[in-house]
């Protein structure tokens, strides 16, 4: 989830302090927030970066401490803003995410130019020279997300930012190579891909977040993104994140408990590589029975650790697991709530 907390894209204690609640509460798995390979691959003026050494040492003493004071291990995410850059945080837009900036716009670059929404810029469309010089930011952010210590890389490929926007027709209007059939509006994503794959360890994961589906017609489907997961486990990808839409305002998605797990399920058995399920899991049970049933790999819950950083702790509680690692200087919490749990299913209602 994006925090939108940076300066000039250097994060800092908050993000420390935000991540490191997240590893002590017990999660497996951490993902940075999309993370800026270049200045104007921002979305608002508040997003993480990863183009500097300042950054890199920046990164460094978060990652450490998530080593240090947990088991969980740390992903790396990078991502560039494409059509949707420059923009207002959030609670400074009344909640819009295409409110352009006031003052101190960078320039917008998309596969086309198609504007966001109403009140964003209209993109420039990309040249050869511009894809290669993106292309050698993340390859630059991903040197230091080794240097960093990340123990995996996720290359976002969803939700309408730039690589999504190549990918999907209705962002997508290139007459060149780029542009037209699945293939061609897949060729600079996957080659930006092989050229990260060329210098992230082999040994550690690498994957990509895509959107399964835009919710509209004439948009990317299921059935191509069962092929845009082939294509990316050919260029040598590990795991498949999926989520679905945020392409296109005109989108028209069916929401409900679980939503996008039917996604990640006909990924994981059509395409036969390991996924990540996301979108409305909130409850133990949920991911329990997702992954028991062999219909995602892994579960990612994002927003229900932003109203509780210790979900993972507290879900452990609550079903008697024992092998979650509590942090030492919270062993009289994990007594007391072990026993209170414990009570509860002996005897159910209040305790």
Same mark, same amino acid.
């Given at each position: 989830?994006?925090?939108?907390?940076?300066?000039?894209?250097?994060? %800092?204690?908050?993000h420390?302090?935000?991540?490191? &609640?997240? *590893?002590? $509460?017990?999660?497996?798995?951490?993902?940075? /927030? +999309? @993370?800026?390979?270049?200045?104007?691959?921002?979305?608002?003026?508040?997003?993480?970066?990863?183009?500097?050494?300042?950054?890199?040492?920046?990164?460094?003493?978060?990652?450490?401490?998530?080593?240090?004071?947990?088991?969980?291990?740390?992903?790396?995410?990078?991502?560039?803003?494409?059509?949707?850059?420059?923009?207002?945080?959030?609670?400074?837009?009344?909640?819009?995410?295409?409110?352009?900036?006031?003052? %101190?716009?960078?320039?917008?670059?998309?596969?086309? &130019?198609l *504007?966001? $929404?109403?009140?964003?810029?209209?993109?420039? /469309? +990309? @040249?050869?020279?511009?894809?290669?010089?993106?292309?050698?930011?993340?390859?630059?952010?991903?040197?230091?997300?080794?240097?960093?210590?990340?123990?995996?890389?996720?290359?976002?490929?969803?939700?309408?930012?730039?690589?999504?926007?190549?990918?999907?027709?209705?962002?997508?209007?290139?007459?060149?190579?780029?542009?037209?059939?699945?293939?061609?509006?897949?060729?600079?994503?996957?080659?930006?891909?092989?050229?990260?794959?060329?210098?992230?360890?082999?040994?550690?994961?690498?994957?990509?977040?895509?959107?399964?589906?835009?919710?509209?017609?004439?948009?990317?489907?299921?059935?191509?993104?069962?092929?845009?997961?082939?294509?990316f486990?050919?260029?040598?990808?590990?795991?498949?994140?999926v989520?679905?839409?945020?392409?296109?305002?005109?989108?028209?998605?069916v929401?409900?408990?679980?939503?996008?797990?039917?996604?990640?399920?006909?990924?994981?058995l059509?395409?036969?590589?390991?996924?990540?399920?996301?979108?409305?899991?909130?409850?133990?049970?949920?991911?329990?029975?997702?992954?028991?049933?062999?219909?995602?790999?892994l579960?990612?819950?994002?927003?229900?650790?932003?109203?509780?950083?210790?979900?993972?702790?507290?879900?452990?509680?609550?079903?008697?697991?024992?092998?979650?690692?509590?942090?030492?200087?919270?062993?009289?919490?994990?007594?007391?709530?072990?026993?209170?749990?414990?009570?509860?299913?002996?005897?159910?209602?209040?305790?």
């Open positions: 989830m994006a925090m939108y907390s940076a300066r000039d894209g250097r994060v %800092d204690e908050f420390l302090v935000h991540f490191g &609640a997240r *590893a002590i $509460g017990g999660a497996g798995l951490l993902f940075t /927030e +999309m @993370t800026c390979p270049s200045p104007d691959a921002r979305i608002t003026p508040g997003c993480a970066g990863l183009w500097n050494d300042g950054h890199t040492e920046a990164w460094r003493p978060i990652v450490d401490f998530v080593h240090a004071h947990s088991d969980a291990k740390f992903a790396l995410q990078l991502g560039h803003s494409g059509r949707k850059g420059s923009t207002k945080e959030p609670w400074l837009a009344g909640g819009r995410d295409d409110a352009a900036l006031d003052a %101190d716009n960078w320039r917008v670059l998309a596969p086309s &130019a *504007a966001w $929404g109403p009140q964003s810029q209209t993109p420039v /469309e +990309m @040249t050869r020279a511009d894809m290669d010089r993106i292309a050698e930011d993340f390859v630059a952010a991903t040197r230091r997300g080794v240097d960093d210590g990340f123990d995996a890389l996720e290359l976002h490929c969803a939700h309408g930012y730039l690589l999504s926007s190549f990918i999907a027709p209705v962002t997508n209007r290139r007459r060149d190579e780029y542009g037209g059939t699945l293939a061609k509006r897949l060729r600079y994503p996957i080659e930006l891909f092989e050229a990260m794959r060329a210098v992230w360890p082999r040994e550690k994961p690498f994957g990509v977040r895509v959107s399964a589906t835009d919710w509209v017609d004439g948009g990317v489907s299921i059935e191509d993104s069962v092929e845009i997961a082939r294509a486990k050919a260029g040598g990808a590990d795991f498949i994140d989520s679905s839409g945020q392409v296109t305002p005109d989108q028209e998605p929401y409900g408990r679980m939503f996008q797990v039917p996604f990640a399920e006909r990924i994981r059509e395409v036969g590589m390991a996924t990540l399920a996301v979108g409305n899991i909130y409850e133990p049970d949920h991911v329990n029975s997702i992954v028991a049933a062999g219909r995602a790999d579960c990612l819950l994002a927003r229900p650790h932003l109203w509780d950083p210790f979900w993972t702790l507290r879900a452990a509680a609550q079903l008697g697991y024992t092998g979650v690692r509590w942090p030492v200087q919270y062993d009289a919490g994990r007594r007391q709530i072990v026993t209170l749990m414990e009570r509860a299913r002996q005897a159910p209602g209040p305790i």
